[in-house]
């Protein structure tokens, strides 16, 4: 069954420094998203990604956050300069099409930043 | 836009009881529904979802849940829980014209022996 990939699995990082989260959506699905969980709390949408470009983003996605898709199989977000409340665990999800709903979710990435 | 309430942030149950976990929604368009459940450590597990068609949905490991358009409602449920149902529950919205989910805040089910 086709699943989301998402790398590394856990990284540690020291503050300031840039973070690449990378996705590897579902080879057929258009549209792309991150998601945020910080420990013990909600689970919270970041940006959706759609046609090579932001197709709507949370306030949460300031100018420290970016995303990209390179090529035909990555998906990645980049965190320029890490701050420690950016420990969180990242999801990155794929869809196939506008109106269905679904997203499918990758394991997730776990940032620390000390 | 949508967003979605988990009335209970915690719900202790013993084990083989019957369990409700609650969860409204509100949007000004149709809307498609889900359950995610996270285990301790690990990532999100789609449960269940209702997309259309009929309003009791089953899922995965005995749970089901109910759409009620009325009530805005889309609670899910198990007749009898087991120890291993021990994980935090996420009830989850999308609008039918677009794929932005919402997710509640989470229901935390502890199930004790």
């Known amino acids: 069954e086709p699943e989301v990939t998402q790398t590394p699995s856990h990284q540690v990082t020291q503050m300031g420094q840039e973070v690449i989260l990378r996705c590897v959506p579902i080879s057929n699905h258009l549209y792309f998203y991150w998601y945020r969980q910080i420990l013990g709390q909600k689970v919270e949408f970041l940006v959706s990604f759609y046609n090579n470009e932001i197709s709507e983003k949370s306030e949460i996605f300031d100018d420290q956050f970016s995303v990209e898709r390179p090529d035909g199989s990555n998906f990645t977000l980049k965190i320029r300069s890490t701050k420690l409340e950016d420990s969180a665990m990242y999801f990155c999800?794929?869809?196939?099409?506008?109106?269905?709903?679904?997203?499918?979710f990758g394991e997730g990435s776990r940032l620390t930043v000390l | 836009a949508q967003s979605v309430t988990q009335l209970d942030s915690q719900v202790p149950v013993f084990e083989e009881a019957p369990v409700e976990l609650r969860c409204n929604y509100s949007?000004?368009?149709?809307?498609?529904l889900f359950w995610y459940v996270q285990y301790p450590n690990q990532g999100l597990q789609l449960l269940l979802k209702?997309?259309?068609?009929?309003?009791l949905v089953k899922g995965i490991n005995g749970f089901e849940a109910e759409f009620n358009k009325s009530q805005t409602s889309f609670h899910l449920r198990k007749p009898s829980v087991h120890i291993s149902d021990t994980a935090e529950y996420f009830c989850?919205?999308?609008?039918?014209?677009?794929?932005?989910?919402?997710f509640g805040a989470g229901t935390r089910l502890t199930v004790k022996p």
């Open positions: 949007s000004s368009v149709s809307v498609y």
């Open positions: 989850a919205v999308s609008e039918g014209n677009n794929n932005d989910m919402r």
């Open positions: 999800a794929s869809s196939e099409a506008s109106n269905t709903g679904e997203l499918f």
């Open positions: 209702y997309l259309s068609g009929s309003t």
